[in-house]
Structure formats: structure tokens, C-alpha cells
């Protein structure tokens, strides 16, 4: 098995790249700097070993397809942002957790209570709205376009083309 080695200047540049978007984006890392930097090894780790950045809390199955809603921002972010104040790794928090200083523990992964199965799905009949397009929908920030094809990245959270899905 080949060891995985991250540098100094790789870690800075990812953190950087993370610091950036989520300043870009309205969110915020966690202020606490070296476990940041912790969970960013972890990404960088996972994306050496799977080809993208698989939460480095999580199991990751290696398939892109199957782990698209744990890719780093995970489909679960805003919700665990919304009711915790962090996401379930600890990399995002909101304002309100920096201002008042406080601190980030366990949450309950939402990916074993909803489950990737027993998602709803809704079906929208475009024929009966009379769209010329598709409308895709970004699965990390609910980002809506109406176009062929989806984005090659969200213009907001800047995930990747595959974490769309055709909403109507």
C-alpha cells in the first residue's frame, strides 16, 4: 500500500482554497485553526485516495456515485448549520458560533437518519409547466438553473457538475 503524503505547501493552498470559497459563499471555516487544518489533511488525504474530497469524518465507499452526498460540502452542511450552529465534521460553523466562541462536539450524522434511499423524490411533470429546459438543481445549496446540461461547478458553493440533479 503507497503512503499518502500531503506537504506543508499542498495543506496551505487547500485551506487556503477552502478559506476563500467559504468566505465567497457566506459560510465559515472553524476558527480553531490547527483542528481546521486537521480536517483539511483529511480531504486532501481522501482526495488523494478516492479522487475527491470525501468528508474525512465519514466511511467513504470509494465510488463517486455512491458518496456524492458526503463530498466536501456535504448535502447535509445547511441543516446541521441550521440546527447546530457546525456541520457534522466541525469545518463549517456560523457566525454566531464565532462571535460567541462556541464550542463544536458531536452531532448525529444525518446521513444514517435520512439515508440516501428514503430521500423523497418529487416528480414534476416539465411538459405540464411547458419549460423549454431542464431545471437542475445543486444538491449542496439548492442552487436552480434552467438549462441542457447542468453547470460544470455551482456558481455558488462551487460544487462539482455531478452533484446536480434534474429537479423538473
Avoid at 49 to 74: E, H, N, V
Amino acid at each position: 500500500m503507497n503512503e499518502i503524503i500531503i506537504s506543508e505547501e499542498e495543506l496551505q493552498d487547500t485551506f487556503q482554497e477552502f478559506y476563500q470559497n467559504a468566505i465567497a459563499t457566506g459560510y465559515f471555516l472553524n476558527p480553531d485553526t490547527e483542528f481546521t487544518r486537521e480536517l483539511i489533511r483529511g480531504l486532501i488525504y481522501n482526495k488523494k485516495r478516492y479522487g475527491y474530497f470525501s468528508c474525512p469524518c465519514r466511511i467513504a465507499s470509494g465510488i463517486r456515485s455512491k458518496d456524492l452526498d458526503i463530498i466536501c460540502p456535504c448535502d447535509y452542511r445547511d441543516d446541521d448549520l441550521r440546527e447546530y450552529g457546525f456541520c457534522y465534521c466541525g469545518l463549517y460553523v456560523t457566525k454566531e458560533v464565532i462571535d460567541q466562541g462556541k464550542k463544536v462536539h458531536s452531532i448525529p450524522d444525518r446521513r444514517n437518519i435520512i439515508g440516501t434511499e428514503n430521500i423523497t423524490q418529487i416528480t414534476v411533470n416539465s411538459e405540464a409547466l411547458k419549460l423549454s429546459l431542464p431545471v437542475w438543481r445543486c444538491r449542496v445549496c439548492g442552487y436552480l438553473c434552467a438549462r441542457n446540461e447542468p453547470p460544470e461547478l455551482c456558481p455558488i458553493c462551487k460544487a462539482d457538475k455531478d452533484r446536480f440533479e434534474r429537479f423538473i
